[in-house]
């Protein structure tokens, strides 16, 4: 079991949570938005260990999220970065307590829990060439209600990219 903290995706300042998982050598880069094909729609999507991407197990605070596409396949870009407390990935013997969806293993995201107040995130960055712009906006909101025995959180955010096709590059012109 590796855990993955909050601080790590600070000090990263990736736009996606994926972006920051795919560093780790359990995962593999899926086709992604990041990928020399992106086939997938621009989704954000986690492979450990090199498996398909529908044998890895994406679950948010312990629930399964609800696939992205018919073959059962999460996009993990509906999880803000701002929001993670931390990510526990599991890679050994999972299928044995999950079963055939985790194969591969799970990734369990967590989030901040009684969060009071508003906070503002941004960033943005290019490439080592100059190009593939890329910048993100966020504004989380949260408050505690009847005394500590509820709580109520929203979120709302912007992100773009730009393309960097093949022919941008020498080497793959």
């Known amino acids: 079991i590796v855990s993955v903290g909050a601080a790590r995706f600070e000090q990263s300042s990736a736009i996606t949570v994926e972006s920051v998982l795919d560093g780790l050598p359990q995962f593999v880069p899926a086709f992604s938005s990041t990928s020399n094909n992106p086939s997938n729609g621009g989704q954000g999507n986690l492979s450990l260990r090199g498996l398909p991407t529908t044998s890895t197990l994406v679950l948010l605070d312990g629930r399964r999220l609800m696939p992205a596409n018919g073959t059962g396949v999460v996009d993990v870009n509906i999880i803000p970065p701002m929001l993670v407390e931390s990510v526990e990935v599991i890679t ?12 591969a293993g799970v990734v369990n995201f967590k989030l901040r829990r009684n969060f009071e107040g508003v906070e503002f995130d941004a960033m943005g960055g290019v490439t080592g060439q100059g190009d593939a712009d890329e910048y993100s906006f966020g504004l989380a909101a949260g408050t505690d209600f009847a005394d500590g025995r509820g709580s109520l959180m929203g979120f709302a955010g912007y992100t773009e990219r730009d393309q960097v096709n093949y022919a941008d590059r020498k080497f793959s012109r």
């Open 92 to 103: 050994g013997g999972a299928s044995a307590v999950y079963g055939s969806d985790a194969l």
